[in-house]
């Protein structure tokens, strides 16, 4: 099978296409793809999908996908990596954009994206067109200072793919249990902070009597509270490895570990190798 790389943190592509020149493949990035005009097929893990004008799919690394043409179709990509997102961090004390590789976790790890057309929230569908159409005027007209206007309308759709995942997570039976769903959304958000994922400050945190959380967690998730951060921070460490130049101390600093040999402990059992002979099992 055929792997597509991308040998710089994000590019953009446009094409017009009567049949697509590639079957079955994946990639080693992610990648947002519209639809300007046309309409035709995905094919998504084995699953099946019918596009036209206006339709946006989010692909992660691991998704083997093509497309089948029916009608002459214009595509609008997007791709990135983890180095695009790490270079967007916000660092004036004013803003408020804070730190885009936290606040997009949920792209990287989100257990509520499902293939298919991302944009679940009707009134975002408009304002992505816009945005493509910005993209799309930026790169034909070539006026000073597009590269920076084009990166801020990318990290504008990029944004709004995260709102409409949550949304799809919200719609999720999850989401139906109460404070459930609302402390994983919690851990998600906290958890570069460990002094704000103690039971009793989560507990504190939602007005819930901290000998009754764990209970309560684990009757509603099936794990224990600590169980699920353990295995949050897990993954995360995952996704840095395989789709990162990060170094192990940026990662140990990053996601509260004591220090490399913490992680290396924990990780090791975990996956049952380190994590630098797991970054060079998967090629990285």
Same mark, same amino acid.
């Given at each position: 099978?055929f792997?597509?790389?991308?040998f710089?943190p994000?590019?953009?592509?446009c094409?017009?296409?009567?049949?697509?020149?590639?079957?079955?493949?994946?990639?080693t990035?992610?990648? %947002?793809?519209?639809? #300007?005009?046309?309409?035709?097929?995905h094919?998504?893990d084995?699953?099946?999908?019918?596009?036209?004008?206006?339709?946006?799919?989010?692909? %992660?690394? =691991?998704? *083997?996908?093509?497309?089948? *043409?029916?009608? @002459?179709t214009?595509f609008?990509?997007?791709?990135?990596?983890?180095?695009? @997102?790490?270079?967007?961090k916000g660092?004036?004390q004013?803003?408020? %954009?804070g730190?885009?590789?936290q606040?997009l976790?949920?792209?990287?790890?989100?257990?509520?994206h499902? /293939?298919?057309?991302?944009? =679940?929230?009707?009134? !975002?569908? /408009?304002?992505v067109?816009?945005?493509?159409d910005?993209i799309?005027?930026?790169?034909?007209?070539?006026?000073?200072?597009?590269?920076?206007v #084009?990166?801020?309308?990318?990290?504008?759709?990029?944004?709004? *793919?995260?709102?409409?995942?949550w @949304?799809?997570?919200?719609a999720?039976?999850?989401?139906?249990?109460?404070?459930?769903?609302?402390?994983?959304?919690?851990?998600?958000e =906290?958890?570069?902070? /460990?002094?704000?994922?103690?039971?009793?400050v989560?507990?504190?945190h939602?007005?819930?009597?901290?000998?009754?959380?764990?209970?309560?967690?684990?009757?509603h998730?099936?794990e224990? @509270?600590?169980?699920y951060?353990?295995?949050?921070?897990?993954? %995360?460490?995952?996704?840095?490895?395989?789709?990162s130049?990060?170094?192990?101390?940026?990662? #140990?600093?990053?996601?509260?570990?004591? !220090?490399?040999?913490?992680?290396?402990?924990?990780?090791k059992?975990?996956?049952?190798l380190? /994590?630098?002979?797991?970054?060079?099992?998967?090629? #990285?």
């Amino acid at each position: 099978m055929f792997i597509h790389n991308l040998f710089e943190p994000y590019e953009i592509e446009c094409q017009e296409l009567e049949e697509c020149p590639m079957g079955d493949h994946k990639n080693t990035f992610f990648e %947002l793809v519209y639809i #300007v005009k046309g309409a035709g097929t995905h094919f998504i893990d084995g699953n099946t999908f019918e596009y036209d004008e206006g339709t946006l799919f989010l692909l %992660l690394p =691991q998704h *083997v996908h093509s497309f089948e *043409v029916k009608e @002459l179709t214009s595509f609008l990509f997007i791709r990135f990596n983890d180095i695009y @997102l790490k270079a967007q961090k916000g660092k004036h004390q004013h803003g408020n %954009l804070g730190d885009w590789i936290q606040k997009l976790e949920y792209i990287l790890e989100s257990n509520y994206h499902l /293939p298919g057309c991302i944009l =679940q929230n009707r009134n !975002d569908k /408009p304002l992505v067109a816009a945005l493509i159409d910005g993209i799309i005027r930026e790169y034909a007209d070539r006026q000073e200072f597009h590269t920076e206007v #084009v990166q801020h309308l990318v990290n504008t759709i990029i944004t709004i *793919v995260a709102r409409n995942i949550w @949304l799809i997570g919200s719609a999720n039976t999850i989401a139906e249990q109460g404070h459930s769903s609302k402390i994983i959304r919690y851990i998600h958000e =906290q958890i570069h902070l /460990p002094e704000n994922l103690k039971s009793a400050v989560i507990a504190g945190h939602f007005n819930i009597s901290p000998r009754y959380i764990h209970e309560y967690f684990r009757k509603h998730t099936g794990e224990s @509270l600590q169980q699920y951060i353990n295995g949050y921070r897990l993954k %995360l460490v995952e996704t840095r490895l395989r789709y990162s130049n990060m170094r192990m101390s940026e990662i #140990v600093n990053e996601l509260g570990f004591t !220090d490399e040999s913490h992680l290396n402990r924990v990780f090791k059992k975990h996956k049952g190798l380190s /994590p630098s002979a797991y970054r060079k099992k998967m090629g #990285v």
